[in-house]
């Protein structure tokens, strides 16, 4: 599966963005998908998954009601929509596929990755 993540920028501090992850060379309903973010030094870190049917999100507590993922399958891809942005929020962003149930928190626990885009919160 290969996993190609869009839609980063600069954006001011209480701004949205809408981040995108389209999938191609798999079956992409088979994949709970992730999106996780790296600020510089930082290890990466979860933020939020969807389950295969878009039934069940999960969501990092620093990101719960800002942040909404959701998922078009029939277009094999997957969203993150971003609100109340803050300057804390700055990092690259990148989507994750796994063959494990949601809400699979841990890098290990997916298969397959995207590049990342890059999102910065001007404060």
């Known amino acids: 599966v290969q996993l190609q993540a869009s839609g980063g920028g600069l954006v001011q501090a209480g701004g949205s963005l809408r981040l995108s992850c389209a999938a191609s060379?798999?079956?992409?309903?088979?994949?709970?998908m992730g999106w996780f973010r790296q600020a510089p030094g930082k290890e990466r870190e979860f933020v939020g998954s969807i389950s295969w049917s878009g039934t069940n999100t999960h969501y990092a507590d620093s990101v719960k009601s800002r942040f909404t993922i959701s998922r078009d399958n029939a277009k094999n891809t997957v969203y993150l929509q971003m609100n109340s942005l803050k300057f804390e929020d700055t990092a690259v962003y990148y989507c994750?596929?796994?063959?494990?149930?949601?809400?699979?928190?841990?890098?290990?626990?997916?298969?397959?990755w995207g590049q990342g885009t890059e999102v910065t919160v001007s404060s």
């Open positions: 994750a596929a796994s063959t494990n149930g949601a809400p699979a928190y841990r890098t290990s626990e997916y298969n397959y």
């Open positions: 060379g798999g079956t992409f309903t088979w994949y709970t």
